[in-house]
Each structure stands twice: as structure tokens, then as C-alpha cells.
């Protein structure tokens, strides 16, 4: 019984982290239409940035996530106003060209500067943990937890009730209707852009403290994103929170059961039942 506790608390640890890595991808693909391929570059991105903020700047991983965002939420901002901006509303298969171009240009560019290395954010208290009922908590994986469910309950709020939110869900919603009410919608797709960048950047520096990272580690991340937004809807961040705990928690109980190599298998399973079964996601509205 014990056995399974302490399971079933790693993958909601694990969850918690998918869903914020998903939440960027899921809020540039509502709002913007771009299944943005290099959304695992910008994790990568984040993870770097967290790591030297800590070992350069020597900054507490956790307190530097707000400048790791920041620095992120710039290149996303970047890469929106003078590159994606251009093809913007254009065919899907143009927009998955442009966003893997960028994925391979920013995953080469990280391994010339980082260097193919595997690194690790590693604080003090990495080994440190408490008992509850039996199962080991890692301090960092409740942090990281705790993080991810605030970051990720915050976007809800700020989409909902902040006027630049309810601009960026108009937006999504109805674009013509949006311009008529005065939106500009090439500066809101940049906003939106670099906030799921941001996003990206800050589940990157969570990453980083519970796994290795390298300039190769965002693809699979990028794959892993996209079936948690899928399974959780597009249009709800709450059903990214739930798309991301369902997730780890089958990926957790798979590698018990059936072994840690069947994981993989598991989830993207599991994204083929949800389209078939419920193609809108979990807690997406239906038509």
C-alpha cells in the first residue's frame, strides 16, 4: 500500500509539471492556430537560463524563475513580432515549417553555447524530504508541484478577469469582433506568443531540478506538451492542469505495472482514446 502512495504522489508531482510545460502550448495554439514545434526549444531555454542564474549569478533556482520567464518571455516576443507575425492566420503545414525551422535553429544554437553536456540544477536542499503517510517527499519535487499548480491557476485568473486576458480569449474567439473593439491583433498575438514562451521558460527551470538537461531534451518535451493540451482542451488552462495530472500519473503507475520503457506508449494511448472518445479534451467545451 505504501508502494502505491508513494507512486500515486509521484506522478501528481510529475503532473504538475506537464501541465505548465503544456500551458504554452496549449495558449498559443487557441488563440494563435500555430502548433508551435519549437515550444520545447523555449523550455530548453529556460532550463539554461535558470541553471546559469543559479550557478553564475548564484540566485536560488526557484527565485530565479521570473527572470528566466522574463528573458524568455523576450525571445518569444521577438521571434512573434519579426518572424511568425509574417505568417500569421496562414496554412497550418507553412506555420509547423516556420515554428521547426526555429526549434533547430535555437536547439544548435543552445549546443554551440552550452555544449552537449548534460547539467543539473542542484541546490542544497536537492536531497533533502519528509514522510508523509509512509511515502518520501522531495522538497524540490513539492516546490516545483506547488509552482506549477500557482503559475498555472494565476494564467486562469489573468485570462478571465484581467482586461489583456479577456482581449487575448476575445481574440481567440472572434477576431473580426475583436478588431471592431479595437484589438490590435498583431501586437496580442505577440503578447500571447511570448507569455506561452514565458511559460515554457518557467516549467524549464523546474525541469532542470528534478531532471538532466541538454539542448536535445525539447522535442519529446514539445511531443509530451502537445498530448497534454489535447487531452486536457485547448480552451481551458484548468483542463491542462487535469490533462497534465491524468498524464503523470499513467505515466507513474506504467512504469510500476508494465515497466518504465511502456510509458511513452501509455501516453500518446491514452491521446488516441481522448480523440476518438472526446475530441475537444477532457474539460474542452463541445460544440
Known amino acids: 500500500m505504501d508502494l502505491i502512495w508513494q507512486i500515486f504522489l509521484n506522478g501528481i508531482f510529475l503532473g504538475g509539471l506537464y501541465a505548465l510545460m503544456a500551458l504554452g502550448l496549449a495558449l498559443v495554439w487557441g488563440v494563435l492556430n500555430i502548433v ?85 540544477i542542484n541546490p542544497p536542499y536537492a536531497g533533502s524530504n519528509f514522510q508523509l503517510f509512509g511515502a518520501t517527499v522531495p522538497y524540490v519535487q513539492m516546490f516545483t508541484f506547488v509552482v506549477a499548480l500557482a503559475v498555472t491557476v494565476g494564467l486562469s485568473v489573468f485570462l478571465r478577469r484581467a482586461r489583456l486576458g479577456r482581449a487575448i ?56 506538451s502537445f498530448a497534454i493540451a489535447i487531452i486536457g482542451g485547448l ?27 511502456y510509458t511513452s506508449v501509455a501516453s500518446f494511448g491514452i491521446l488516441v482514446l481522448v480523440l476518438i472518445i472526446r475530441p475537444t479534451g477532457i474539460l474542452g467545451r463541445t460544440a
Open 235 to 261: 480552451d481551458n488552462p484548468l483542463g491542462v492542469i487535469v490533462g497534465g495530472l491524468f498524464l503523470g500519473l499513467v505515466e507513474s503507475f506504467t512504469a510500476l505495472y508494465i515497466g518504465p520503457t
Open 36 to 120: 508551435n514545434l519549437a515550444h520545447g526549444a523555449f523550455i530548453m531555454l529556460g532550463a539554461y537560463a535558470c541553471y546559469y542564474l543559479y550557478t553564475g549569478g548564484h540566485i536560488d533556482p526557484f527565485l530565479a524563475l521570473p527572470l528566466a520567464m522574463l528573458i524568455i518571455f523576450a525571445l518569444g516576443y521577438l521571434i512573434q513580432r519579426f518572424v511568425l507575425n509574417l505568417i500569421v492566420r496562414s496554412a497550418m503545414f507553412t506555420t509547423l515549417l516556420i515554428t521547426f525551422g526555429i526549434d533547430v535553429v535555437l536547439t544548435y544554437m543552445a549546443q554551440i553555447i552550452f555544449t552537449a553536456d548534460f547539467k543539473t
Open 169 to 224: 480569449r476575445a481574440t481567440a474567439q472572434n477576431l473580426t469582433a475583436a478588431r471592431l473593439y479595437g484589438v490590435n491583433p498583431r501586437t496580442l498575438y505577440a503578447i500571447t506568443f511570448a507569455l506561452g514562451a514565458a511559460l515554457a521558460g518557467g516549467a524549464g527551470g523546474l525541469y532542470g531540478m528534478v531532471s538532466q538537461i541538454n539542448p536535445y531534451i525539447g522535442a519529446p518535451l514539445t511531443a509530451k
